[in-house]
Protein backbone atom coordinates (compact mmCIF):
# COMPACT_ATOMS: atom_id res chain seq x y z
CA UNK A 1 0.00 0.00 0.00
CA UNK A 2 1.33 3.96 -0.82
CA UNK A 3 -0.27 7.09 0.08
CA UNK A 4 0.02 8.89 -3.12
CA UNK A 5 -0.05 12.95 -1.97
CA UNK A 6 -1.64 15.03 -4.54
CA UNK A 7 -0.14 18.87 -3.30
CA UNK A 8 -2.48 20.41 -5.20
CA UNK A 9 -5.13 18.66 -4.79
CA UNK A 10 -8.54 20.78 -3.53
CA UNK A 11 -12.03 19.88 -2.85
CA UNK A 12 -14.51 21.36 -4.90
CA UNK A 13 -17.78 21.33 -3.99
CA UNK A 14 -20.88 20.79 -6.44
CA UNK A 15 -24.22 20.33 -5.12
CA UNK A 16 -23.99 18.06 -2.08
CA UNK A 17 -21.18 16.26 -3.48
CA UNK A 18 -17.58 17.01 -4.08
CA UNK A 19 -15.10 16.72 -6.84
CA UNK A 20 -10.97 17.28 -6.76
CA UNK A 21 -10.00 17.27 -10.49
CA UNK A 22 -6.52 17.44 -8.91
CA UNK A 23 -6.81 13.97 -7.65
CA UNK A 24 -8.72 12.87 -10.66
CA UNK A 25 -5.91 14.08 -13.12
CA UNK A 26 -3.33 12.02 -11.32
CA UNK A 27 -5.57 8.88 -11.26
CA UNK A 28 -6.45 9.53 -14.79
CA UNK A 29 -2.59 9.34 -15.88
CA UNK A 30 -1.69 6.43 -12.92
CA UNK A 31 -4.24 4.71 -14.75
CA UNK A 32 -2.33 4.73 -17.67
CA UNK A 33 1.17 4.51 -16.96
CA UNK A 34 0.42 1.42 -14.88
CA UNK A 35 -1.42 0.11 -17.90
CA UNK A 36 2.13 0.52 -20.04
CA UNK A 37 4.93 0.06 -17.45
CA UNK A 38 3.84 -2.87 -14.74
CA UNK A 39 3.08 -5.72 -15.86
CA UNK A 40 -0.58 -5.86 -14.74
CA UNK A 41 -1.39 -9.84 -14.61
CA UNK A 42 -4.69 -11.63 -13.32
CA UNK A 43 -3.83 -12.92 -9.71
CA UNK A 44 -5.98 -15.57 -10.72
CA UNK A 45 -3.98 -16.12 -13.88
CA UNK A 46 -0.56 -16.56 -12.07
CA UNK A 47 -2.31 -18.89 -9.04
CA UNK A 48 -3.43 -21.28 -11.59
CA UNK A 49 -0.28 -21.31 -14.29
CA UNK A 50 2.95 -20.27 -12.22
CA UNK A 51 4.93 -21.38 -15.20
CA UNK A 52 2.95 -20.58 -18.56
CA UNK A 53 4.36 -17.79 -20.58
CA UNK A 54 3.46 -14.21 -18.68
CA UNK A 55 2.47 -12.89 -22.49
CA UNK A 56 -0.56 -15.37 -22.17
CA UNK A 57 -1.69 -14.19 -19.12
CA UNK A 58 -5.29 -11.91 -19.13
CA UNK A 59 -5.12 -8.64 -17.86
CA UNK A 60 -5.77 -7.76 -13.75
CA UNK A 61 -8.30 -5.24 -12.98
CA UNK A 62 -8.22 -2.37 -12.01
CA UNK A 63 -10.27 -0.30 -9.16
CA UNK A 64 -11.12 3.23 -8.20
CA UNK A 65 -13.00 3.87 -5.18
CA UNK A 66 -14.43 7.54 -4.47
CA UNK A 67 -16.17 8.59 -1.85
CA UNK A 68 -18.62 10.98 -3.94
CA UNK A 69 -20.53 10.53 -6.59
CA UNK A 70 -19.72 14.00 -8.27
CA UNK A 71 -15.98 12.64 -8.33
CA UNK A 72 -16.98 9.38 -9.17
CA UNK A 73 -18.50 11.04 -12.24
CA UNK A 74 -15.53 13.30 -12.86
CA UNK A 75 -13.03 10.07 -13.27
CA UNK A 76 -15.55 8.40 -15.29
CA UNK A 77 -15.60 11.26 -17.62
CA UNK A 78 -12.06 11.49 -17.41
CA UNK A 79 -10.97 7.70 -17.84
CA UNK A 80 -13.54 7.78 -21.15
CA UNK A 81 -10.47 9.78 -22.52
CA UNK A 82 -8.24 7.09 -22.45
CA UNK A 83 -7.43 5.35 -26.04
CA UNK A 84 -8.30 1.45 -26.12
CA UNK A 85 -4.60 1.78 -26.94
CA UNK A 86 -3.43 3.05 -23.72
CA UNK A 87 -5.65 0.18 -21.79
CA UNK A 88 -8.56 -2.11 -23.12
CA UNK A 89 -11.72 -1.43 -22.43
CA UNK A 90 -13.34 -3.37 -19.25
CA UNK A 91 -10.41 -3.40 -17.15
CA UNK A 92 -10.72 -0.10 -15.04
CA UNK A 93 -14.09 0.71 -12.95
CA UNK A 94 -15.26 3.47 -10.87
CA UNK A 95 -17.24 2.82 -7.82
CA UNK A 96 -18.29 4.60 -4.91
CA UNK A 97 -17.23 3.10 -1.38
CA UNK A 98 -21.03 2.02 -0.66
CA UNK A 99 -21.27 0.13 -3.90
CA UNK A 100 -17.59 -1.51 -3.23
CA UNK A 101 -17.62 -3.97 -0.30
CA UNK A 102 -18.34 -7.13 -2.91
CA UNK A 103 -15.53 -5.58 -5.17
CA UNK A 104 -11.90 -6.29 -5.78
CA UNK A 105 -9.25 -6.24 -8.15
CA UNK A 106 -5.50 -6.34 -8.37
CA UNK A 107 -4.76 -2.62 -8.13
CA UNK A 108 -7.31 -0.50 -5.99
CA UNK A 109 -6.94 3.19 -6.27
CA UNK A 110 -8.74 4.33 -3.56
CA UNK A 111 -9.07 8.77 -4.27
CA UNK A 112 -9.99 9.88 -0.75
CA UNK A 113 -10.90 13.21 -2.78
CA UNK A 114 -11.97 15.44 0.82
CA UNK A 115 -8.45 17.64 1.57
CA UNK A 116 -10.64 19.38 3.68
CA UNK A 117 -13.55 18.72 6.31
CA UNK A 118 -13.73 15.89 8.69
CA UNK A 119 -13.55 13.08 5.38
CA UNK A 120 -12.20 9.73 6.67
CA UNK A 121 -11.43 10.86 10.16
CA UNK A 122 -14.97 10.01 11.45
CA UNK A 123 -15.85 7.89 8.83
CA UNK A 124 -12.95 4.76 9.27
CA UNK A 125 -15.41 1.84 8.50
CA UNK A 126 -15.65 3.47 4.98
CA UNK A 127 -11.91 3.47 5.04
CA UNK A 128 -11.35 0.23 6.44
CA UNK A 129 -14.07 -1.19 3.02
CA UNK A 130 -11.78 0.91 0.78
CA UNK A 131 -8.28 -0.37 1.92
CA UNK A 132 -9.75 -4.19 1.69
CA UNK A 133 -10.25 -4.34 -1.76
CA UNK A 134 -7.10 -5.35 -3.50
CA UNK A 135 -5.76 -8.15 -4.62
CA UNK A 136 -2.39 -7.00 -5.24
CA UNK A 137 -2.11 -3.67 -4.49
CA UNK A 138 -3.74 -0.23 -2.68
CA UNK A 139 -2.79 3.35 -3.81
CA UNK A 140 -4.27 5.90 -1.63
CA UNK A 141 -4.55 9.53 -3.56
CA UNK A 142 -5.07 12.42 -1.07
CA UNK A 143 -2.85 14.99 0.76
CA UNK A 144 -1.03 13.85 3.61
CA UNK A 145 -2.89 16.45 5.92
CA UNK A 146 -6.12 14.32 5.90
CA UNK A 147 -4.13 11.72 8.44
CA UNK A 148 -3.07 14.61 10.86
CA UNK A 149 -5.45 13.23 13.69
CA UNK A 150 -3.13 12.47 16.80
CA UNK A 151 -4.11 8.99 18.61
CA UNK A 152 -6.42 8.15 15.87
CA UNK A 153 -6.73 4.70 13.68
CA UNK A 154 -6.20 7.22 10.61
CA UNK A 155 -2.41 8.40 12.30
CA UNK A 156 -1.80 4.75 12.97
CA UNK A 157 -2.43 3.85 9.23
CA UNK A 158 -0.67 7.06 8.29
CA UNK A 159 2.75 6.58 10.75
CA UNK A 160 2.75 2.41 9.30
CA UNK A 161 3.13 4.03 6.01
CA UNK A 162 5.21 6.97 6.37
CA UNK A 163 7.67 3.94 8.64
CA UNK A 164 7.92 1.85 5.35
CA UNK A 165 8.54 4.88 3.20
CA UNK A 166 5.40 4.45 1.18
CA UNK A 167 4.45 7.82 1.13
CA UNK A 168 4.91 9.54 -2.42
CA UNK A 169 4.14 13.35 -2.97
CA UNK A 170 3.42 14.69 -6.42
CA UNK A 171 2.44 18.15 -7.53
CA UNK A 172 1.56 20.57 -10.47
CA UNK A 173 -1.28 18.04 -11.20
CA UNK A 174 -3.65 20.88 -11.18
CA UNK A 175 -3.82 21.51 -14.84
CA UNK A 176 -3.01 18.92 -17.51
CA UNK A 177 -1.24 20.13 -20.79
CA UNK A 178 -3.72 18.27 -23.10
CA UNK A 179 -1.31 18.95 -25.91
CA UNK A 180 1.70 16.14 -24.40
CA UNK A 181 -0.67 14.73 -21.66
CA UNK A 182 2.42 16.48 -18.78
CA UNK A 183 0.96 18.15 -15.86
CA UNK A 184 2.18 21.43 -14.18
CA UNK A 185 1.64 23.64 -17.37
CA UNK A 186 -1.68 24.19 -20.16
CA UNK A 187 -1.16 23.66 -23.85
CA UNK A 188 -1.38 27.33 -24.78
CA UNK A 189 2.32 27.40 -23.19
CA UNK A 190 3.27 23.94 -24.23
CA UNK A 191 7.15 23.96 -25.62
CA UNK A 192 6.73 20.03 -25.89
CA UNK A 193 7.13 18.32 -29.25
CA UNK A 194 5.16 15.19 -29.20
CA UNK A 195 5.36 13.15 -32.16
CA UNK A 196 2.55 10.36 -32.21
CA UNK A 197 4.27 6.51 -32.83
CA UNK A 198 1.08 5.24 -34.42
CA UNK A 199 1.01 7.91 -37.34
CA UNK A 200 3.81 10.24 -36.67
CA UNK A 201 1.77 13.04 -36.05
CA UNK A 202 2.09 16.13 -33.68
CA UNK A 203 -0.46 14.77 -31.30
CA UNK A 204 -0.29 12.55 -28.42
CA UNK A 205 -1.08 8.49 -28.54
CA UNK A 206 -4.26 9.35 -26.91
CA UNK A 207 -5.45 11.14 -29.49
CA UNK A 208 -4.71 9.37 -32.72
CA UNK A 209 -7.67 8.70 -34.39
CA UNK A 210 -5.63 6.11 -36.09
CA UNK A 211 -4.67 3.70 -32.59
CA UNK A 212 -6.25 0.54 -33.15
CA UNK A 213 -7.82 -0.82 -30.61
CA UNK A 214 -6.96 -4.14 -29.24
CA UNK A 215 -9.56 -7.15 -27.45
CA UNK A 216 -7.17 -9.66 -26.66
CA UNK A 217 -4.43 -7.34 -24.45
CA UNK A 218 -1.82 -8.80 -22.04
CA UNK A 219 0.29 -6.54 -20.83
CA UNK A 220 3.19 -7.58 -23.25
CA UNK A 221 1.60 -5.95 -26.14
CA UNK A 222 0.44 -2.42 -24.93
CA UNK A 223 1.94 -0.26 -27.12
CA UNK A 224 4.14 3.16 -26.47
CA UNK A 225 1.57 5.60 -27.48
CA UNK A 226 3.95 8.43 -28.52
CA UNK A 227 7.37 9.47 -28.03
CA UNK A 228 7.07 11.13 -24.44
CA UNK A 229 7.76 9.69 -21.52
CA UNK A 230 5.83 10.50 -18.80
CA UNK A 231 6.64 9.22 -15.21
CA UNK A 232 3.88 9.33 -13.57
CA UNK A 233 5.50 10.04 -9.90
CA UNK A 234 7.57 12.84 -10.96
CA UNK A 235 5.52 15.63 -11.86
CA UNK A 236 6.13 18.57 -14.70
CA UNK A 237 8.85 17.30 -16.05
CA UNK A 238 10.34 14.70 -19.30
CA UNK A 239 13.50 12.93 -17.95
CA UNK A 240 16.23 13.75 -20.23
CA UNK A 241 17.00 10.97 -22.26
CA UNK A 242 13.88 9.13 -21.97
CA UNK A 243 12.76 8.62 -25.41
CA UNK A 244 10.48 5.49 -26.91
CA UNK A 245 13.52 4.17 -28.65
CA UNK A 246 14.83 3.42 -24.81
CA UNK A 247 12.14 2.28 -23.44
CA UNK A 248 11.65 0.16 -26.37
CA UNK A 249 15.10 -1.31 -25.83
CA UNK A 250 14.44 -1.64 -22.01
CA UNK A 251 11.51 -3.68 -22.31
CA UNK A 252 13.66 -5.82 -25.34
CA UNK A 253 16.30 -6.48 -22.76
CA UNK A 254 13.80 -7.32 -19.86
CA UNK A 255 12.10 -9.71 -22.11
CA UNK A 256 15.05 -11.60 -22.28
CA UNK A 257 15.19 -12.46 -18.94
CA UNK A 258 13.52 -15.59 -17.96
CA UNK A 259 9.67 -15.35 -16.45
CA UNK A 260 10.47 -15.43 -12.94
CA UNK A 261 13.83 -13.31 -13.09
CA UNK A 262 12.36 -10.25 -15.00
CA UNK A 263 9.33 -10.39 -12.47
CA UNK A 264 11.62 -10.14 -9.23
CA UNK A 265 13.38 -7.42 -10.74
CA UNK A 266 11.25 -5.20 -11.74
CA UNK A 267 9.40 -5.52 -8.21
CA UNK A 268 12.83 -4.60 -6.41
CA UNK A 269 13.84 -1.56 -9.15
CA UNK A 270 10.04 -0.42 -8.06
CA UNK A 271 10.08 -0.67 -4.60
CA UNK A 272 13.48 1.10 -5.01
CA UNK A 273 12.38 4.20 -7.31
CA UNK A 274 10.18 4.49 -4.09
CA UNK A 275 12.67 4.43 -1.71
CA UNK A 276 14.40 7.50 -3.71
CA UNK A 277 11.89 9.58 -4.17
CA UNK A 278 12.30 12.29 -1.65
CA UNK A 279 14.13 10.52 1.09
CA UNK A 280 16.23 11.40 3.95
CA UNK A 281 19.58 10.27 4.11
CA UNK A 282 19.44 6.75 5.78
CA UNK A 283 15.89 7.57 7.04
CA UNK A 284 14.67 4.07 5.57
CA UNK A 285 16.65 1.74 7.75
CA UNK A 286 15.79 -0.06 10.26
CA UNK A 287 16.96 -0.53 13.82
CA UNK A 288 19.58 -3.46 12.56
CA UNK A 289 20.30 -1.99 9.72
CA UNK A 290 18.28 -3.61 6.90
CA UNK A 291 16.03 -1.87 4.61
CA UNK A 292 12.69 -2.51 5.03
CA UNK A 293 10.39 -4.37 2.38
CA UNK A 294 7.32 -2.46 1.88
CA UNK A 295 4.39 -4.05 -0.01
CA UNK A 296 4.92 -2.15 -3.06
CA UNK A 297 7.20 -4.69 -4.53
CA UNK A 298 3.38 -6.62 -4.51
CA UNK A 299 2.75 -4.25 -7.25
CA UNK A 300 4.37 -6.66 -9.82
CA UNK A 301 1.47 -9.02 -9.76
CA UNK A 302 3.04 -12.08 -10.53
CA UNK A 303 5.43 -11.90 -7.87
CA UNK A 304 3.67 -12.79 -4.94
CA UNK A 305 6.31 -14.07 -2.41
ZN1 LIG B 1 2.39 20.34 -22.86
ZN1 LIG C 1 -1.43 9.55 -34.35
Redesign the pocket.
Known amino acids: MILVDVQEGAEQKVGYSYTDPGNANFILALVSRLAASTPLYSVQSFMEHPEADTSTYVWGKILVITRYKQQKLLLEEKLSKLSSAEIPRGIVSVRTIDDSPSHQAEVVICDLARSNGPGFRRDLKRLAVMTTRAQGMTILVGQEAMFAVKNSAISELYDYLKSRDSIVKVSGWKVVCSHCLIPGHDQTTCQNKVV?S????D?A?R?????QPFNQATFANVPEVDDIFRPIFSSGKVEKGQTVKKVKHQRVQAKKESAANYHAKEARKLTQSFYSYDKPADANKSQDGSIPQIPLASICLGVMK
Open positions: CFCQGHGHCMEA
